[in-house]
């Protein structure tokens, strides 16, 4: 008696564990962002159900200003991730044509004063090839120093080796 002391303690106190990653291709989108750019945006989203402690302050300008993580939506499945942009690949690099610089503060993608169409526009810090709801229609580029909105056709997306789906997240 008494002897196997230790084999359902292990079990029982599990440490909180990291979810699995799974590799996705950012058919859809694939948008850098911080630790900053997340936490703003959950407290802007009031919809997306996080609930945040109110108890607890975030000093926001502690959080990481680094783009180390991306969002990546798939083309096919509608599958959403949160990804190590380390682990992003580009087979090859996303292309937009018909492409207008837009204004980064308007709400609807309009375009920047004085923006001409550009015929090809190199997608080097994002992208989103569908539009949301409400907005105007065509694709997003985003360039280090522009975002643009694109009528034509997009070539090229990204695949990340290591992201967390709400699959793959464990369930609370």
Known sequence: MGGGSGTNTTQAAKPEQEPPKVPLECGNTYVPV????????SQQDAKNGTQTDQKEKVDVSKLSQDKNMAICETATGGKTGLCDVSTCQVPQVTVCTQCTEVNKDSPDFAPAAGATPVE???????????????KQAGNICMTKTSAFTCAGECQGVLACNKCVTEDSAPKA
């Open 120 to 134: 090809k526009m190199q997608c080097d810090s994002g992208y989103v090839l569908k539009t949301p709801e409400n």
């Open 34 to 41: 911080s630790e900053q750019d997340i936490y703003v945006m």
